[in-house]
């Protein structure tokens, strides 16, 4: 029998499974739980040391000579700090130690109650990674426990070898001891390419067999955007379902991913068995929501660092390697397999189904979004900007800000954009297209929404900034996106505070930095507008404002 406290037994059956075999366990009344459950697995050895500052020096003799992680536990207070030494030693010879703390309840930490103290990140630098585990009170907080266990193992051994630690608050009761078997914990496992390439030669060989695979690529840009990387798309284009959103680069078709998704939410013959992601954060909250609600039968990562980001709450498998590499060998897999499935005359008929499905559903859904003229003057401007983008022959640079205008890109834009997608705040976007237009001679635009622009409008006092700079400004009188949200429609607070509603124009601004300005508030100025912003020779920046205040 194992403990009734979920944190421990999820902490426990990920230590089995990610191979730990010895543990060193100090006494102590609030890590009885831990201790219990580490002596109940037949797959660990416990070994009983009482001082915790030797015991930590036990594990890390136990992992020099065995070349693998050792766990140390010890219970709540000032036994954690007896084990830094040991846990320095081993940070600076790089020795896999994890070590376990037993803590009290969050909310008695400096409340005087005994042996309570901030533990966290009471080992501060001298390990890789340090999580603490909530007592889960539903099953988001169970994955989180999940997420975090993983992350933390696996760190131990990622680009070297080092000490990490888990800390665990466990309230009382804390000698229950009735849970018949410890749960069956999703394992995250992590293959670096250029360790062992055959493991990624099997994952790759797992999604190519799907019957239902998809790629999904959010933000990423290449870094050297070249007819390979292109090629090996349009081989993933021909042999799997992709979704791109427009913050990866490459040549894709246009994909409104939340139109598709509001189209098909509630159909089950359109969920992925298998799905790759690789990129940063994806712009579409509904395709978030909806692949997070999907049981998916493989969830890959792929990423040059190999960090855990289970964005949609199912990853497996975690490749490291660079996206480009891992792309191509995919592309060239896929055309293999097609190859000879046409040569012995067999065929995958539920997976072609499901490659026809998406097909049609994006030329559907890009149809009605074509013939949509949009829901605001905004959208309107967009759309209309993004048409004369797609007629260029040039390549300008487009940055988007965040929140309404990325959005409305995912939307109408047809080329791969930039964002500051990395924390998706409102600040800054301006200041980063004006820093790229100072290094590059093509147009730079930058589409953004009016509080991010007056919340960064200093972008514009910047010396040297010359007539590469385009300014498309939406202007909607505030936070127009919290429009969204119905539960805001019953606060006081909605307009003044929460979408901070104004009737400001970048007019001043525009006059005050010796930028270009045109303002226009009707539809039929739009194309005269935009004929202005994109094509009038100027030495100095210029903004176009479509305002609706």
Request: proline letters at 4%; aromatic letters at 6%; charged letters at 20%.
């Amino acid at each position: 029998m194992f403990s009734n406290k979920e944190n421990v037994n999820i902490l426990t059956a990920l230590i089995v499974s990610h191979g730990i075999h010895h543990a060193v366990v100090c006494p102590g009344s609030r890590n009885a739980p831990l201790a219990h459950n580490l002596n109940e697995c037949e797959a660990i050895t416990c070994h009983p040391i009482t001082d915790e500052r030797s015991a930590g020096f036990y594990a890390l003799g136990m992992a020099l000579r065995l070349k693998e992680p050792v766990a140390v536990c010890v219970t709540s207070g000032s036994a954690l700090l007896n084990v830094l030494p040991a846990v320095a030693e081993a940070y600076y010879q790089q020795v896999p130690i994890v070590v376990i703390s037993a803590d009290r309840p969050p909310q008695w930490i400096d409340q005087n109650d005994g042996q309570t103290m901030p533990q966290g990140d009471a080992l501060g630098r001298f390990v890789k990674k340090s999580v603490t585990l909530c007592e889960p009170a539903d099953d988001e907080q169970q994955w989180m426990c999940n997420r975090l266990v993983n992350e933390v193992l696996l760190e131990a051994t990622h680009h070297g070898c080092g000490p990490v630690h888990v800390n665990i608050p466990i309230s009382e009761p804390l000698y229950e001891f009735t849970t018949e078997k410890l749960p069956e914990e999703r394992k995250i496992n992590r293959m670096v390419a250029d360790d062992i390439p055959q493991q990624v030669t099997n994952v790759i060989q797992q999604i190519a067999t799907a019957q239902k695979p998809m790629v999904l690529l959010s933000q990423y840009h290449t870094k050297v955007y070249d007819n390979q990387w292109q090629n090996s798309l349009e081989k993933l284009y021909r042999h799997c379902v992709v979704l791109a959103e427009r913050l990866c680069e490459g040549n894709m078709p246009q994909t409104p991913i939340d139109d598709m998704v509001a189209e098909i939410e509630h159909n089950a013959d359109y969920i992925p068995d298998t799905l790759v992601y690789i990129g940063g954060s994806p712009v579409s909250k509904k395709l978030k929501t909806w692949l997070r609600k999907a049981n998916l039968k493989s969830m890959i990562r792929v990423s040059c660092d190999g960090t855990v980001a289970d964005t949609f709450m199912q990853l497996d498998t975690l490749v490291e390697m660079e996206p480009e590499r891992f792309v191509q060998m995919l592309g060239n897999t896929f055309a293999e397999r097609a190859e000879k499935e046409k040569y012995n005359h067999t065929s995958h008929t539920e997976r072609e189904a499901f490659i026809e499905r998406w097909t049609l559903l994006r030329l559907n859904t890009t149809e009605k979004n074509n013939r949509h003229i949009g829901s605001s003057l905004q959208e309107y401007a967009v759309k209309e900007f993004e048409k004369l983008l797609a007629n260029n022959a040039s390549k300008p640079q487009v940055h988007y800000a965040n929140s309404t205008a990325v959005r409305l890109a995912e939307r109408h834009a047809t080329h791969c954009i930039y964002c500051n997608r990395g924390i998706n705040g409102i600040e800054g976007s301006l200041s980063a297209a004006a820093g790229m237009s100072m290094v590059t001679n093509e147009t730079v635009y930058c589409v953004i929404g009016d509080l991010s622009f007056f919340y960064d409008q200093n972008a514009l006092w910047a010396q040297g900034l010359r007539g590469n700079l385009r300014i498309l400004l939406l202007n909607n009188g505030g936070g127009a996106i919290f429009k969204r949200f119905e539960g805001l429609k019953e606060s006081n607070a909605r307009e003044r505070i929460v979408m901070a509603c104004h009737h400001t124009t970048a007019e001043g601004i525009c006059m005050e930095n010796n930028v270009g300005y045109v303002g226009i508030r009707r539809a039929e100025q739009i194309a005269g507008g935009l004929e202005w912003l994109m094509n009038t020779e100027s030495e100095r920046p210029l903004l176009l404002e479509i305002s609706e205040n």
